[in-house]
């Protein structure tokens, strides 16, 4: 999707989504890849593009991510979500009131197995010198208070009702910096009102999250040939069983599964690009047992591998 609709607008403006990749680009600050878990998404995504920052309220559905900020920005995010449902962020699997910073390029990953709402608020320049957490590779997690959250809450749910009501240019112009401001101390508070947490020092490990990372951006890159573990732990200097403690950690499966899936989207990816049989694709990727796989291929993406080569195809 063109993001010029994130121009500064001081209105708020609703986008929803049936697409894949549309949805995926629908943020200029944050490269976002990510494997949905249900065979067809549907999401929202509210945006209001104020002088110096973005609040992005989206309601998702069930999803891996993997995300990067851009550089020379903050973001910050919480769930909106009335009641508190898991997730899993960088590793940890909690349900607690809590918020998550990054700046400067920071990544982070999320397992959500239900359709979730959270809101973000993007400031760019990043912000520096309010005694915010300091984060470096990855974003960081934090537990904070219930009322501090229920008020973080309260207040972008505000800002996007008032500035949704009529108003002249000049009165918005005024408005903006204002509401700008009022984000500011909503997460000053929220930050002033963290807790200890024993918890957090798992997702907040930058040493395990690289290896993790590491695993993903080779996998990432490797798009003409079959993944198979020891080749990868050989190329990464790694113990498959250390991989497969990362991929274990930060996406909720086994080293297995999570190898299987990354081939079942380049065999899709290939479809819809290349020339190859469905039989050729799905050998060239590692799938020796094709009625397993085109059960497996069906089940995760709701069509059978011969659809999905014939609208690669006419496209």
């Given amino acids: 999707m063109d993001t010029d609709h994130q121009a500064p607008t001081l209105a708020p403006k609703t986008f929803r989504f049936t697409d894949v990749d549309e949805f995926r680009s629908s943020i200029r600050t944050l490269n976002v890849e990510f494997t949905p878990l249900v065979r067809t998404i549907s999401a929202e995504q509210v945006i209001l593009s104020l002088p110096g920052c973005d609040i992005n309220y989206t309601t998702s559905f069930p999803r891996i991510v993997d995300a990067q900020l851009a550089p020379n920005c903050t973001a910050v995010g919480f769930m909106m979500d009335d009641h508190e449902v898991p997730i899993r962020f960088n590793g940890a699997h909690r349900d607690r009131a809590a ?108 040493r395990h999250f690289k290896i993790f990372q590491d695993i993903r951006a080779l996998l990432s890159e490797d798009l003409g040939q079959p993944i198979y573990s020891e080749q990868v732990a050989k190329r990464l200097g790694l113990s498959v069983r250390s991989m497969h403690d990362a991929v274990q950690r930060y996406r909720g499966m086994s080293l297995h599964r999570f190898l299987r899936l990354r081939r079942l989207w380049l065999v899709r990816k290939h479809l819809l690009t290349g020339p190859d049989s469905v039989k050729a694709a799905a050998l060239a990727f590692g799938f020796w047992h094709l009625s397993d796989f085109s059960k497996s291929y069906r089940d995760r993406f709701g069509e059978t591998p011969s659809e999905t080569r014939e609208r690669g195809r006419r496209a």
């Avoid at 915010?132 to 990855?138: F, I, L, M």
């Avoid at 984000?183 to 000053?188: F, S, Y």
């Fill in 99 to 206: 918020i998550v910073i990054g700046s400067g390029g920071a990544a982070y990953n999320t397992v959500e197995e239900v359709a979730r709402q959270y809101a973000s608020v993007m400031f760019t320049p990043e912000v520096i010198h309010r005694g915010w957490p300091e984060t470096h590779a990855n974003f960081k997690i934090f537990e904070t208070s219930a009322a501090a959250l229920h008020w973080l809450r309260g207040l972008i749910r505000e800002v996007l009702a008032a500035a949704s009501e009529p108003a002249d240019a000049v009165d918005r112009r005024l408005k903006a910096p204002a509401m700008r401001e009022s984000l500011l101390a909503g997460v000053d508070a929220a930050f002033s009102d963290a807790v200890p947490a024993r918890w957090t020092a798992r997702p907040n490990d930058a």
